[in-house]
T-cell receptor, first 113, second 115 residues
Framework: GNSVTQMEGPVTLSEEAFLTINCTYT??????LFWYVQYPGEGLQLLLK?????DKGSNKGFEATYRKETTSFHLEKGSVQVSDSAVYFC????????????FGDGTTLTVKP | DGGITQSPKYLFRKEGQNVTLSCEQN?????MYWYRQDPGQGLRLIYY???????QKGDIAEGYSVSREKKESFPLTVTSAQKNPTAFYLC??????????????FGPGTRLTVL
């Protein structure tokens, strides 16, 4: 079956630090990969996605590259802000699983001024 | 504006009572999902529906029930058989593309506390 493994948190950074959150996956089909963000007390919202190998998703200064050879989709940002404090979820969806998504456990990021 | 609404945002119930959580979407999406989120944990799928009048159990369906009588509505009932119902419940929807590139759109969630 499909699975997503994220680096364990929580992650605490100072403002303007570089961020990496690791994500690796196992999938039976040809998955699309996603990063979702959840701010406190809210639902998830899509941050970025990539639908095929070597694609790079990007949004709001965040980037992630779909690496088929390492089955990874690591999230990066060059300079984090306090407003980036949230929980980040890596997820995959493929055409063998009735459109369902598989989510990682989430990584909590706290950015301090 | 299109989106997903969940109501209420906070819900309190006494142990042994059934409670129904509302989820409505005006995105014209075919597929809808219910997830449970516990503190420090990821999302666990309770039920999902790909089309009106049809739904399937997810990974943790025991103690829950759903209906899908209308495309825009997918209510979740937490029954007294659910042993630990206190949690944050998230509803989501998507357009099943058949390609696997199915982004999910989430509602704001309902926090259920059973006293």
């Amino acid at each position: 079956g499909n699975s997503v493994t994220q680096m364990e948190g929580p992650v605490t950074l100072s403002e303007e630090a570089f961020l990496t959150i690791n994500c690796t996956y196992t999938a039976t089909g040809y998955p699309s990969l996603f990063w979702y963000v959840q701010y406190p007390g809210e639902g998830l919202q899509l941050l970025l996605k990539a639908t095929k190998a070597d694609d790079k998703g990007s949004n709001k200064g965040f980037e992630a590259t779909y690496r088929k050879e390492t089955t990874s989709f690591h999230l990066e940002k060059g300079s984090v802000q306090v407003s980036d404090s949230a929980v980040y979820f890596c997820a995959l969806s493929d055409n063998t699983n009735a459109g369902k998504s598989t989510f990682g456990d989430g990584t909590t990021l706290t950015v301090k001024p | 504006d299109g989106g997903i609404t969940q109501s209420p945002k906070y819900l309190f119930r006494k142990e042994g009572q059934n409670v129904t959580l509302s989820c409505e979407q005006n995105l014209n999406h075919d597929a809808m999902y219910w997830y449970r989120q516990d503190p420090g944990q990821g999302l666990r799928l309770i039920y999902y529906s790909q089309i009106v009048n049809d739904f399937q159990k997810g990974d943790i369906a025991e103690g829950y029930s759903v209906s899908r009588e209308k495309k825009e509505s997918f209510p979740l009932t937490v029954t007294s058989a659910q042993k630990n119902p206190t949690a944050f419940y998230l509803c989501a929807s998507s357009i099943p593309t058949g390609t696997g590139a199915d982004e999910q759109f989430f509602g704001p969630g309902t926090r259920l506390t059973v006293l």
